[in-house]
Structure formats: structure tokens, C-alpha cells
């Protein structure tokens, strides 16, 4: 079996976001990167299931942009995909949703993927287009906002996450695209000698102009902070100081507190 | 402009939040037609045509059939706009149907800002605004950003779609209920919530003393349920429990979108984040600029003095 997992690199979210010089996109200064939270269970899942068929499928992971997103690829590699493929673009903040699923979808096309996992939406542009386009692009089957996933007999039986805490069961056959939602598994730390082995892997480089074909559907036309910071109350300064003025406001505006 | 809207429906009910798709399209000032895969008898009450699919027929959750419905209430009636509510149901539609007209898709619209789509970057601590390049174009709409008020009145003007007989790759086996929750948060008038930022599950018990000397329930973000800090049925946003208690003190939550969508019409919100720019100081009255575990125990001693 083959699988493919694509993954983003995404900034720490816990950062301050300014705009770029060019008020294209999000400032890159001094951000942190990390692989994308929802891609951690993808490349989990797709380890897990490689596990339970005996180590007998291979896994590709897949990552679009600069240089830096290497470290995510190798990362990957480090929890237990076999070979990893990166697709260089220095500028794929400015490629759309179409476009990324359309190079994920050249990239696929003759390599004959069994399973594709993906994250369901990125924590940087959270458009959550990419795995459903690039399915419909390769024409499979595709399920989203997995939960629950489990393997049998050539079957994927799939749990979707739905409002208010209910799941959908869906069951499909390969080949087909799993999107996946926060809390699918635990995905693992790698460990010491997993990261020394994902080293000697096979860690191919392409630049996107071999599978970028088509122009954007849609643009980012501005960027720029919020209008309106909350029109709440800042507390700043000594714990103690804090703690009496928050109760003298709770006493105030508030019957909870007497 | 045209707009067609997606309605959503479950369990055999049309949903009431499929009328904030025609708030959407009030807003934009767009004549509206409506899509529902459902029944007759649940068709929404509005006086614009609605085309309808049988879900007996087509299943209540099957992309593919779902997609070519659709597509052909889009050849009938070649809107401008075709908009879906940004919900598990719509996220993963419209996508489908934006790749079959290959035309562009803006994802989880928060507002319209001098006539052009606003939507949120890294957590809606930025924002930008999209532009399709495309005549047609696919949206999705942030859950509760364009409200309806009011009682809908109108009636429906129902169009049947057919399909051709097909075989569907994916087989929709059945719904599992919520798991029963042995706190009902929906009814608590204080609650205290734990997020990430209170650092490790042994620290899940300074929050909940918290709770306990407000008189409240503990409550939990996405992040800490998921890694079994704490139970499922305290854990509030879409996914969780919907909750406006009088009082919400969020404990090192960032406040993303899913989680503020649960708790945002509670009267009063309290924020403690070391994060001074974190998204939840947005809702919040009172943004307490700390770490966690210094301000908590602090603020829970003086309350039981």
C-alpha cells in the first residue's frame, strides 16, 4: 500500500502577528514554525496504519514552501513516514487553495496513491479547501473532519466530527483522502534513535514549476489587523494588585461575587 | 447578483442556523433561491424557490450526491454566489463543488468590509480580505456572523431534482449521539474554563478550585479534553457544549473560533492569558494579563477569605 501524507509548516499560534512590508500576507519575523497542528494527526494515523498492516505500506510526506518547511518534512520522517518530498516555493503563502490542491494532485497523479491523509485545515489560513479540491481533482473518494479511524479488509470505517459533540459513521473503500480533525489520535514525539534513522531517508526536493499549472481562483486582496480590540477592560501589573481589582469589578458588574 | 444557499439538515430537520444564510444574502442584497437535501415538509420558510432532494433517497450525509444536487440547481439556476454555512457539513461540501466548477472559494466569511469578503488569519488574530477571480464563486459563512432575527415567514416555492441512478463511494452507516454528559454546562450560571495554558493536567484541580469558591462548574477548551485533562461532557465550543452563563472565566484559553462560538453570549467573561493578544481578549470584559497559575490561586485564596 501506498500512502501519502501532505503536511504545512505553520507559525507557533501563540505569536503576534503583524502585517508584511507588502501588506500581503502575515510578517514572518521572528516566528516560530512548526508542522501544522492538524497535519500531527494525519502523519500519526498514517504511521499507525502502516504499523498495523506490519510495516508493509510505504508513506510518502509531502510539504509546499520555502527551504524552512524541510524541518517539518523531517519531522515526519521522524515519526515514522519512509520518504519525504518537498515542493519548493518560496512564495506559497501566495498560492491559493485551488493551486496548492492542484500541485498536491500533479504530485499524486502517477505515483498511484492507495490512502491520502491530510490535515483538514491549516492554523495559519484555515481555508480547509485543500484536501476536498485535491480529491476531486483525482477524482476519489474523500471524507473530512475524521475523528475515529479504522482499517479493515480494504475498508476505511471513518468517524466525522459533527456539531455539538455527535459523530457521522461513514465507511469507503481505497483509494480514497481523510481529512483529519484535532484529537484523532496522540500523535508521538519521535524519538532520539527514529530521528537518527529519518536522516539516512530519501528526502527529495522539486521545484513547484513541475506541477504548478494554473493561476489562483481566488487572491488575498489587504491584510491588516482587527478594527476593534475588545472593548473590555486590560489588567496588567502585580498578581495581588490584579486579584483585588478584578473582585472589586466582579462585586460591581456581577451578582456572583458579594 | 444571484445567491443559492445550502441549507443544512440533520436527523431528519431542517436547521434553524440554514437562516443565516439568508441573512448573509440580505446582507449582499442578493436575490436568494435555496438548496435542500431533505424533506418536503421541512423545505425553510422563505418565498424563494427552494430545489429539493429526497434524503430518503440521497442520504443525509453523502458528498457525492450532495455535490451533483448541487451542481445542477446551479445549472438551473446559474447564480453568482453559492454559499454554505462554514459547519462540518458545509466545509466539507463546498470545496467539492467550488474543484467540480473550478471556480473560487472563500472560506469562513466574518464580515463584509467596504464590499469585499473579510475572513480571519491565524486565528482571526489578523485579518484580510479575499477576492475571487472568478465570475462564480463558492463561500462559506462563519456561524453566527450574520444573524437573522425573527420568525421566518414565507413560503417555499419547491423544485424537485432528480438524479440518474449511481453507486456513491461512501456509505453513511449511522449517527453516534453525544455521549451522555453528566454536567449539564448549558445551565450553570458560573463557569470556569480550563485551556491549554494552565500547562499539565495536575493543574486542572487550581481551576476547578476556582470554580468551586464562584460557585460554578468547570468547564474546558478543545485542547485539554483532547489530551484527557479533562472530560469530554465539560468541554464548551461547537464540538462541546454551547453555554451563557452569567459569569465565564477562561483560564489560559486563546479563544479560538470554535470556542468562542460556545461561549460568547455569556453576560460576563473574564480572560486570564499571559498572551496579551490573544483572540479571546475580544469578548472578554475583563482581560486579566497574567500567567495562569500565579493569578488563579491568588484570586481563589482572596475569594474564600
Redesign the interface.
Known amino acids: 500500500m501506498k500512502i501519502l501524507v501532505c503536511i504545512k509548516q505553520a507559525p507557533d499560534m501563540a505569536s503576534r502577528f503583524k502585517v508584511n512590508g507588502e501588506g500581503t500576507w502575515y510578517d514572518e519575523t521572528d516566528l516560530a514554525f512548526r508542522m501544522n497542528e492538524y497535519d500531527e494527526y494525519a502523519v500519526e494515523q498514517a504511521v499507525q496504519l502502516k504499523e498495523q498492516l506490519g510495516n508493509t505500506p510505504d508513506i510518502t510526506v509531502l510539504s509546499i514552501g520555502p527551504d524552512r518547511v524541510v524541518e517539518v518534512v523531517k519531522k515526519a520522517l521522524a515519526m515514522g513516514c519512509d520518504r519525504g518530498a518537498h515542493i519548493q516555493d518560496d512564495a506559497s503563502f501566495r498560492k491559493d487553495p485551488w493551486q496548492i490542491a492542484s500541485v498536491i494532485a500533479g504530485f499524486s497523479r502517477d505515483r498511484n496513491f492507495d490512502l491520502i491523509f491530510t490535515g483538514m485545515q491549516s492554523q495559519d489560513r484555515g481555508s480547509g479547501q485543500v484536501g476536498a479540491i485535491a480529491a476531486e481533482v483525482l477524482s476519489i473518494p474523500c471524507v473530512t473532519t475524521v475523528v475515529g479511524f479504522a482499517f479493515n479488509d480494504g475498508v476505511i470505517t471513518a468517524r466525522r466530527e459533527l456539531e455539538g459533540g455527535v459523530k457521522a459513521v461513514v465507511k469507503l473503500k481505497l483509494p480514497a483522502l481523510v481529512t483529519c480533525q484535532l484529537g484523532l489520535n496522540t500523535p508521538r514525539y519521535p524519538t532520539l534513535p527514529n530521528i537518527m534513522k529519518a536522516k539516512k531517508k530519501e528526502l527529495l526536493s522539486f521545484p513547484i514549476a513541475d506541477f504548478l499549472q494554473d493561476k489562483e481562483l481566488t487572491a488575498t486582496s489587504s491584510v491588516y489587523p482587527p478594527a476593534k480590540k475588545g472593548s473590555g477592560v486590560v489588567l496588567e501589573g502585580e498578581v495581588n494588585d490584579m486579584v483585588g481589582k478584578l473582585i472589586g469589578i466582579l462585586k460591581e458588574k456581577t451578582k456572583v461575587v458579594k | 447578483m444571484k445567491a443559492l444557499l445550502i441549507c443544512e439538515y440533520?436527523e431528519g430537520k431542517l436547521l434553524e442556523s440554514s437562516y443565516e444564510l439568508t441573512a448573509f444574502a440580505d446582507r449582499l442584497g442578493a436575490d436568494k433561491a435555496m438548496v435542500l437535501i431533505g424533506k418536503e415538509a421541512e423545505a425553510p420558510r422563505v418565498n424563494a424557490k427552494v430545489y429539493l432532494a429526497d434524503a430518503a433517497k440521497y442520504g443525509e450525509?453523502n458528498?457525492?450526491a450532495h455535490k451533483k444536487v448541487v451542481l445542477e440547481a446551479i445549472k438551473r439556476e446559474n447564480p453568482d454566489c453559492i454559499v454554505f454555512l462554514?459547519?462540518?457539513?458545509g466545509?466539507?461540501l463546498?470545496?467539492?463543488v467550488?474543484?467540480?466548477l473550478?471556480?473560487?472559494?472563500?472560506?469562513?466569511i466574518t464580515g463584509i468590509n467596504e464590499g469585499?469578503f473579510e475572513v480571519?488569519?491565524?486565528?482571526?488574530?489578523?485579518?484580510?480580505?479575499?477576492?475571487?477571480?472568478?465570475g462564480k464563486?463558492v463561500v462559506t459563512i462563519q456561524a453566527g456572523a450574520f444573524n437573522w432575527t425573527g420568525e421566518p415567514r414565507g413560503k417555499a416555492q419547491i423544485e424537485k431534482i432528480e438524479l440518474a441512478d449511481a453507486a456513491y463511494?461512501?456509505?453513511?452507516?449511522?449517527?453516534?449521539?453525544?455521549?451522555k454528559r453528566d454536567v449539564d454546562l448549558a445551565r450553570a450560571?458560573?463557569i470556569v474554563s480550563a485551556g491549554r495554558g494552565i500547562g499539565k493536567k495536575e493543574n486542572v484541580a487550581i481551576i476547578a478550585a476556582l470554580a468551586k469558591a464562584?460557585?460554578?462548574e468547570l468547564g474546558a477548551s478543545?485542547?485539554v479534553?483532547?489530551a484527557g485533562w479533562v472530560e469530554?461532557s465539560r468541554?464548551v465550543g461547537?464540538?462541546?457544549?454551547i453555554v451563557a452563563p452569567?459569569?465565564y472565566v477562561a483560564c489560559g484559553i486563546?479563544g479560538a473560533i470554535q470556542h468562542v462560538a460556545g461561549m460568547k453570549k455569556s453576560?460576563?467573561?473574564?480572560a486570564i492569558n499571559k498572551?496579551?493578544?490573544a483572540p479571546i481578549?475580544?469578548?472578554?470584559?475583563?482581560?486579566?494579563?497574567?500567567d495562569v497559575m500565579?493569578?488563579v490561586p491568588?484570586?481563589t485564596a482572596?475569594?474564600q477569605k
Open positions: 440533520r450525509y458528498p457525492e462554514h459547519s462540518s457539513y466545509w466539507d463546498a470545496p467539492r467550488a474543484a467540480a473550478k471556480v473560487g472559494q472563500v472560506s469562513e469585499k480571519g488569519l491565524c486565528n482571526a488574530k489578523l485579518r484580510r480580505t479575499v477576492t475571487p477571480r472568478t464563486m463511494p461512501l456509505e453513511f452507516v449511522g449517527y453516534e449521539p453525544a455521549r450560571e458560573v464562584l460557585g460554578g478543545r485542547p479534553v483532547d469530554h468541554q461547537t464540538t462541546g457544549q452569567k459569569l486563546s453576560e460576563f467573561v473574564v498572551d496579551k493578544d481578549g475580544e469578548v472578554a470584559d475583563v482581560l486579566v494579563v497574567a500565579q493569578f491568588a484570586l482572596k475569594l
